[in-house]
Each structure stands twice: as structure tokens, then as C-alpha cells.
């Protein structure tokens, strides 16, 4: 069988039709299904969350205390200064400004000894493990991306005081 002129017009552009389907097809999976986390990340503000959006915290240990959600209701033990749920929410929301690799550097020989902290999401098999720096200004962390954040609080708004 022998196709005419318009019928291989026609071969040739379904052709680059799949061709140009088959190249974008990566990026198209993983704004459909990878993405959206990574850009959820990103506030308004120009702000970096620590935390994937929309997670949801079941587990938090921190260096002087661990929280459980047991029954519905937060158990720090040992017991903290803090309500345990109003430190939960502290910990979800916490975002910083982004500080680049080349900055992190500069500061390593000046940071002191870090802290670790380890948070269990829900439908995660894996914690994130948060590398935690205290400086007199502000707090130096890695996110779940493995992103840099200079976050500005009060200690005890972080690591509130052990009963």
C-alpha cells in the first residue's frame, strides 16, 4: 500500500506529535505528581517552609524532649513549658529565609556543635532529620529538600524549657 503525499504529510506530523509528547512527557509527570510539594514550599512572603506543605506531624524529637500524638491528644516527655499541640504548630509552620550553599560555608568553621531533631510525618515511612544550628541572631536548619534556612525566633518558641 502506498501513501499518498498528504497521507505521509499527515505520518509526519503525528509523528512529531509523539515525538514532542515522548520529550515532554518527564516534566509533565512530575508537575502531576512530584512537583506540586516542591513548589508548595515557597510562601508568598519569599519565605522557605521547613516542612512539605499540607504535612501532618505525628512524631517530633527533639534534643531535651520527644512529643507522641497518642489518642488524638500531644504527650511531651518529659513535660515541657510549652503546650505540646501549640509546639507541634510551632514546628508545622516554621519557615525561614533560603541561605545559600556558598554562605553555609563561610559560617561552618564559626557554627557551633549542632543539634538533631527528628520529625515523623504521616504516611511517611522515613523521618526528616533536621540539622539544627543555634546563632546568636537567629537558628541555621536544613529542610526536608536539604535546603539551608536562617530562622528567627525565641529558643523557647523551638526548644521550649523541660519541666
Known amino acids: 500500500m502506498r501513501l499518498s503525499r498528504r497521507g505521509w504529510n499527515n505520518v509526519i506530523i503525528i509523528a512529531v506529535i ?64 510549652l503546650p505540646a499541640d501549640q509546639l507541634i504548630d510551632h514546628w508545622q509552620s516554621l519557615a525561614g529565609t533560603a541561605v545559600s550553599d556558598e554562605v553555609v560555608g563561610k559560617l561552618k568553621p564559626t557554627l557551633p556543635p549542632p543539634s538533631s531533631v527528628e520529625i515523623w510525618l504521616a504516611k511517611k515511612e522515613e523521618p526528616i532529620r533536621v540539622t539544627v544550628y543555634q546563632q546568636p541572631q537567629f537558628w541555621l536548619m536544613n529542610n526536608w529538600q536539604g535546603e539551608w534556612l536562617a530562622v528567627s525566633v525565641e529558643e523557647a518558641y523551638l526548644f521550649p524549657p523541660v519541666l
Open 18 to 81: 509523539c515525538f514532542i509528547a515522548v520529550v515532554q512527557l518527564p516534566e509533565l509527570v512530575k508537575q502531576r505528581f512530584g512537583g506540586e510539594e516542591e513548589a508548595q514550599a515557597r510562601t508568598q512572603a519569599g519565605m522557605t517552609a521547613l516542612l512539605p506543605e499540607q504535612s501532618v506531624i505525628e512524631q517530633l524529637h527533639l534534643p531535651l524532649t520527644s512529643l507522641n500524638l497518642e489518642d488524638n491528644s500531644w504527650r511531651a516527655q518529659p513535660r515541657v513549658a
